[in-house]
C-alpha cells in the first residue's frame, strides 16, 4: 500500500510527490521538474538515497540532510 501526498519540491519549489510506502516503512520524495529525489525510512528517519541537482544550491535539502542524521 502507498499513500501519495502532493508537496512543493524543497529543491525548485514547484509540484512534487511523496510516496509513503506502509508496509516498507519508507517515504519517497520525487520531483519530475527538477530530478530531486529523497528516499528515506519513517521509521528511523535515515537517508536511503539521495539526490539533487545543483544540491550546493538547495539550502532546504541540506537542512533536511542534517535533520535527518541527528
Ligand atoms: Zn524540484
Known amino acids: 500500500m502507498v499513500n501519495t501526498q502532493a508537496i512543493r ?8 510527490q511523496r510516496q509513503f510506502h506502509v508496509q516498507l516503512q519508507v517515504t519517497e520524495t520525487s520531483c519530475p521538474v527538477c530530478d530531486y ?7 528511523t528517519g535515515n537517508v536511503l538515497e539521495a539526490y539533487a541537482p545543483g544540491l550546493s544550491y538547495a539550502p532546504a535539502f541540506q537542512e ?3 535533520l535527518s542524521e541527528s
Open 64 to 66: 533536511m540532510l542534517q
Open 9 to 16: 519540491c524543497p529543491n525548485c519549489g514547484n509540484h512534487a
Open 37 to 43: 529525489l529523497l528516499v528515506n525510512c519513517s521509521r
